[in-house]
């Protein structure tokens, strides 16, 4: 999933009849007292950075007039939040709010439908009011074949206690939401105060939204605004990281190929498959080691891929060792593999006599994989040991390093 | 007897020209699955290792009697492909596209529902019973009898790679495989463990289950009350893996739907103590798979 920044979303909902709150982006607090002149005090100041919860995290702050505005901005711009450092606000006009209400929809994977979760009890205390009082909020799941006609949208309010205007703006809304729901392949859809104004209105107060990456390639009005695959980060990405993106994109079409820093460590961990990667970063950690990265690779990688990925690996301060360890492969050609990870370590001038390392390596081509890495001095593994059994071989040749 | 891949498998692949498929036709064809047709549009008439091609599903069907579509064609076409099948009957439908658009599997799952079909995937690498020598899909690649030989372990995997590996694990323990499933990676598939472990449980030759989980959505869980309700009655031993991300730093969460829709569900710490309490024998590490296995089959 990829997370859509807030001026972003708001635009699109905008775009498609839902009402939104006037707002500027902007990247210093000059320009801040600007835009909120413009827009009149009070204003809400908002870390412009794709993470939820900003409101708990005191990314969001109101101003109520000219003499605060750039305190405030500069406060929120020199901040990181959820490791993520603030570059710009969203400098909005605050509403006058009577009633905060939740909306959200996203997909129930156990169930395999969109949800609706809908609430009258809005605002940042959701989840634990979905805890201690459920009965504040409804879930309801949309047959999608048939999509969500109004009368639905309608129920769903009513039931929760709308009436009136309220119910007729509230109906509206929620039809218009989950077409941009589907339009835009969104995985989630939160709108989180839907604010009832002092004077009637109903306004997407904040709005979050998640992409679904495997549909940008007919979203062009998302592809270029959203950070593909931000949603596996808990920070932005490192150099390395954003080096191994590179090197994983240059060739799309053959084999991926995931690396994350961790910090700290001193293996170097390369694994094969998303599962097979799970089980020994496990396994490794179990028995009390300490990878330096995580990383995947499979769907049958070139050669020159692996070389890339190996020598980002090997190449992080503090790797000490390194392990290759993966599931039998169905389609990946493990001499490529081999050829990849031994010209890595030529470039990079490790003696592999005195480097620790472990090969687990079985599938396609293996009698040349296994050549490949006698010749170059490797202890080589095929099928005559388990996953477990490799990891722990590392485990016990790091021991002997100190 | 085995389940879903049979020697009763009569199999149409969808997308059979492309690189990949053409190469898992003709493994498949030297393994012994009857693959009797494929459609890729605009190619009818030529063959695919003497299997021949159809524009339509339609026309493909009306020349054989197809029972069971693999969809191996490209994500931006995979909706339209599973639909096709469905539209014309076809029971079993494996997926083995990966990075299909997630409305447009919410909708075909849903199509299929309907219709009354089964879908395995998306995002699988296949189905293989190795005492009907019957593969579907690319599992086990040409040389399948290094990790798969007949025997009465059902498998279960969510990762593909470790479909294979785990199959070879019950290879390594001294026993053989009824059926391997790869059910596939993705949040949303159309058979989660629960359905398949319904399968082991009505087929007489498959006498305990291996299952391979992994952290997220409520598969595990689900799959553990079904064994407590009594719906599976046969040994269950569970890998899970990936119990680090509990570690994790925050970051996975955006917004507050996923956790209101799944609560504290999806933690393999969670799915390992339900799956312990419904009576499964959860493996602490991989290789406890191999004595659980000696202990729990009797020869």
Redesign the interface.
């Known amino acids: 999933?990829s997370?859509v920044l807030e001026n972003v979303s708001k635009e699109i909902l905008k775009e498609e009849g839902i009402a939104v709150p006037d707002f500027f982006v902007v990247p210093d607090e000059g320009e801040a007292r600007k835009v909120a002149d413009e827009l009149g005090y009070p204003v809400m100041i908002k870390a412009l950075v794709p993470?939820?919860?900003r409101g708990k995290a005191g990314a969001i702050k109101s101003v109520e007039n000219r003499e605060e505005v750039e305190k405030v901005a500069k406060e929120v711009l020199s901040m990181t939040v959820?490791?993520f450092p603030v570059e710009r606000v969203l400098v909005e006009k605050k509403l006058n709010i009577a009633q905060e209400l939740?909306i959200?929809?996203?997909?129930?994977?156990?169930m395999?439908?969109?949800?609706i979760?809908a609430s009258t009890a809005g605002g940042i205390e959701?989840?634990e009011i979905?805890r201690t009082r459920p009965e504040k909020?409804l879930?309801y799941h949309v047959?999608?074949?048939q999509d969500l006609h109004p009368y639905m949208a309608k129920e769903i309010w009513s039931e929760l206690g709308l009436e009136g205007r309220n119910l007729q703006q509230a109906t509206d809304l929620l039809s218009k939401l989950y077409k941009v729901f589907?339009k835009y392949?969104a995985?989630?859809l939160?709108i989180?105060p839907l604010a009832i104004t002092s004077d009637g209105k109903l306004i997407a107060a904040a709005v979050?939204m998640?992409a679904?990456?495997?549909?940008l390639?007919?979203q062009p009005s998302l592809s270029r605004k959203v950070e593909v695959g931000s949603?596996?980060?808990?920070?932005p990405l490192t150099q390395l990281e954003k080096e191994m993106v590179a090197v994983d994109r240059a060739e799309p079409y053959r084999g991926t190929a995931r690396y994350t820093e961790m910090e700290g460590g001193n293996i170097g961990f390369f694994c094969?498959?998303?599962?097979?990667s799970?089980?020994v970063?496990?396994?490794l950690?179990?028995m009390g080691g300490k990878p330096a990265n995580y990383t995947e690779f499979?769907g049958n990688p070139t050669d020159t891929k692996v070389y890339g990925l190996a020598k980002g690996i090997l190449s992080k301060p503090g790797v000490k060792g390194f392990l290759l360890d993966?599931?039998?492969?169905?389609?990946t050609q493990t001499d490529l593999v081999a050829k990849g990870i031994i010209k890595a370590l030529q470039d990079l001038k490790i003696d592999v006599k005195k480097f620790p390392m472990v090969i687990r390596l079985a599938?396609?081509n293996e009698p040349e994989a296994r050549r490949l890495f006698e010749e170059a001095g490797i202890e080589y593994h095929g099928?005559d040991i388990?996953?477990?059994?490799a990891a722990r071989l590392m485990i016990d040749k790091m021991k002997k390093l100190v | 007897m085995a389940i879903l891949a049979t020697k009763d498998s009569k199999v149409v692949i969808q997308g059979i020209t492309g690189r990949?498929a053409s190469m898992v036709t003709k493994h498949s064809l030297t393994y012994g699955t009857k693959i009797l047709a494929g459609v890729t549009p605009g190619k009818e008439g030529q063959d695919v290792e003497g299997v021949p091609i159809y524009d339509t599903l339609k026309r493909a069907c009306q020349k054989h009697d197809l029972n069971t579509s693999i969809v191996y064609v490209p994500?931006?076409f995979a909706h339209d492909a599973v639909m096709e099948a469905i539209g014309n009957g076809i029971k079993l439908i494996l997926t083995i596209t990966e990075?299909?658009?997630?409305?447009?599997?919410?909708?075909f799952?849903?199509?299929a529902k309907?219709a009354n079909c089964t879908i395995i995937g998306p995002n699988s690498?296949g189905i293989l019973s190795p005492g009907e020598k019957v593969k579907l899909g690319?599992?086990?690649?040409d040389k399948v009898g290094?990790?798969f030989v007949p025997g009465e372990i059902g498998v279960i995997?969510?990762?593909?790679?470790?479909t294979?590996?785990c199959s070879?694990?019950v290879k390594?323990a001294g026993f053989g495989v009824s059926t391997s499933v790869s059910i596939g990676?993705d949040?949303?598939i159309g058979s989660?463990p629960k359905a398949i472990l319904s399968m082991f449980e009505k087929d007489p030759q498959t006498r305990t289950v291996v299952m391979?989980g992994?952290?997220g959505?409520?598969?595990e869980e689900?799959a553990a009350d079904f064994v407590k309700k009594g719906g599976f009655t046969k040994p269950l031993i569970v890998?899970m893996?990936?119990?680090?991300?509990e570690d994790?730093?925050?970051?996975?969460?955006?917004?507050?739907?996923?956790?209101?829709?799944?609560g504290g569900t999806g933690k393999p710490s969670n799915k390992m103590a339900k799956l312990k309490d419904a009576g499964a024998h959860v493996a602490q590490?991989?290789?406890d798979i191999?004595w659980i296995l000696q202990k729990v089959v009797k020869k």
């Open positions: 999933m997370r993470v939820g919860k959820r490791n939740y959200s929809i996203t997909f129930d994977p156990s395999q439908m969109p949800v979760i959701i989840e979905a909020i879930k047959d999608i074949l589907r392949d995985t989630i939160e989180n979050l998640g679904d990456d495997d549909a390639y007919r949603d596996r980060a808990w920070r094969g498959g998303g599962g097979g799970l089980l970063y496990d396994t950690l179990q499979g993966a599931n039998i492969t169905n389609n599938g396609v099928d388990t996953m477990e059994d | 990949e994500p931006a990075r299909i658009p997630r409305h447009d599997v919410a909708h799952l849903a199509a309907r690498v690319p599992i086990g690649g290094r990790c995997s969510r990762s593909g790679g470790m294979t590996e070879w694990m390594r990676g949040p949303m989660p391979w992994e952290p959505t409520t598969h689900d890998y893996a990936g119990r680090f991300v994790m730093p925050e970051g996975t969460v955006f917004g507050h739907a996923a956790s209101i829709i799944e590490k991989f290789n191999l």
